[in-house]
């Protein structure tokens, strides 16, 4: 079955840091770009980052730039998304998703999980 | 960015009605503009993609038209899984962006 299952959420303080995991099964990381896309409670989506399948192309939201990281563990066939400097507005579910239909600069998403909620409160 | 406006906010519906939700781009994006509908507590879901096309899956009560700056989304008979909220997504240029939303529910 292909999916993904997302965690390491959970609450955190404004300024501490998070990592996220993406782990898929029934297909292999590397062989698509993929994507965190963010929903704050109650509200709509936000594209945050993606990674090229080779790697080698990585792009941030200009709201998450310097402060968040993504990567991918092969062996693992594990997606990540390292959250620094934790701001209260970060506070959001978190999707990993697969690009699929492209423009040839930009694409549609793939949801194959269900998200891990991220809550950044004092 | 580009900005995605989506109107309505809310729609009141019964199932059997069709229902039409529009989607204005800040710019011209061409045809790249996707539908998605949400479940509360699930991912969205990719229903139309290319303004017009359906994605693999999808019933046919769904349709898109448009291009340039203005999209609409129709459902021809809504049925009870539709009660959601459906976003629209330019990808046009990065960074995607996407609607506010429009929560279709029962009337």
């Known amino acids: 079955q292909v999916q993904v299952v997302e965690s390491g959420g959970g609450v955190v303080q404004p300024g501490t840091s998070l990592k996220l995991s993406c782990e898929a099964s029934g297909f292999t990381l590397n062989s698509y770009v993929m994507h965190w896309v963010r929903q704050a409670p109650g509200k709509g989506l936000e594209w945050v980052s993606l990674?090229?399948?080779?790697?080698?192309?990585?792009h941030y939201a200009e709201s998450v730039k310097g402060r968040f990281t993504i990567s991918r563990d092969d062996f693992k066939n594990t997606l990540y998304l390292q959250m620094d400097s934790l701001r209260t507005e970060d506070a959001a579910m978190y999707y990993c998703?697969?690009?699929?239909?492209?423009?040839?600069?930009?694409?549609?998403?793939?949801?194959r999980g269900q998200g891990t909620l991220v809550t950044v409160s004092s | 960015d580009i900005q995605m406006t989506q109107s309505p906010s809310t729609l009141s519906a019964s199932v059997g009605d069709r229902v039409t939700i529009t989607c204005r781009a800040s710019q011209s994006i061409s045809h790249w503009l996707a539908w998605y509908r949400q479940k509360p507590g699930k991912a969205p879901k990719l229903l139309i993609y290319?303004?017009?096309t359906l994605e693999s899956g999808v019933p046919s009560r769904f349709s898109g038209t448009g291009s340039g700056t203005e999209f609409t989304l129709t459902v021809s008979s809504l049925q009870p899984d539709d009660f959601a909220t459906y976003y629209c997504q330019q990808y046009d240029v990065y960074s995607p962006t996407f609607g506010g939303g429009t929560k279709v529910e029962v009337k």
């Open positions: 990674m090229s399948h080779d790697g080698s192309n990585k």
């Open positions: 998703a697969v690009e699929n239909h492209s423009s040839g600069r930009c694409a549609t998403f793939d949801y």
């Open positions: 290319e303004a017009s």
